[in-house]
């Protein structure tokens, strides 16, 4: 579920707690999370909705400053279930404290490197470490750069990415990578 930045403040602020989106297949489930880039968020609730049904006061707290404005955006995408999602911010993404911590003992080097070892054994090929190496190379490099280096399609060396940035290691610029203070400190650069 994707937030318009305006929106991803108005969450982290609490006057935020509800979401309306049309959906073939729900993309959350009450009593899961999700991560944004305001917070965790704990889902308290889906069930379908009719558009009639609609207060001004949901509009409000989905961030939209009339019923109208809230409808016409569904309506832009007219495709699937409408479904009401309300959710709370439960705290910050845990992953912000966790790629700030580097000081790493032996014990967090030896578990992050049989997760990368892991990673590869997975994969049936040596990417995880290079990645970090090229990541490290230079703030700001690409998926698209990275890919044509290590030879792997971009949308599945993103996913993969993602797997790093799970363990603190990397960081998401607007464009690009860089590695996260654990990902220097684990490749022993700080």
């Known amino acids: 579920m994707l937030f318009r930045k305006a929106i991803l403040e108005q969450i982290a602020k609490g006057d935020v707690t509800l979401a309306f989106r049309r959906w073939t297949k729900p993309t959350v489930k ?40 809230l409808l016409a955006e569904l309506e832009s995408r007219p495709e699937g ?5 309300a959710f709370r911010r439960a705290g910050d993404d845990p992953r912000l404290s966790l790629r700030d ?7 967090d080097r030896a578990a992050i490197a049989a997760r990368l070892a892991r990673f590869d054994e997975t994969a ?29 399609d971009k949308l599945k060396l993103k996913g993969r990415i993602r797997k790093l940035k799970e363990l603190g290691l990397t960081e998401s610029l607007a464009v690009g990578y860089r590695l996260s203070p654990r990902g220097r400190s684990f490749l022993g650069q700080v």
């Open 124 to 152: 049936g090929q040596p990417w995880a470490e290079p990645t970090l190496r090229l990541i490290a190379s230079r703030d700001g490099i690409t998926a698209a750069e990275i890919a044509e280096r290590v030879g792997m």
């Open 81 to 85: 279930t409408l479904y009401r999602i």
């Open 30 to 69: 009450a009593g899961g999370s999700l991560r944004t880039a305001a917070g965790v968020l704990s889902i308290d609730a889906i069930e379908t909705a009719d558009p009639a049904d609609v207060s001004a006061e949901d509009a409000r707290r989905a961030g939209f400053p009339t019923r109208e404005a």
């Open 101 to 107: 911590d580097a000081a790493l003992g032996k014990a």
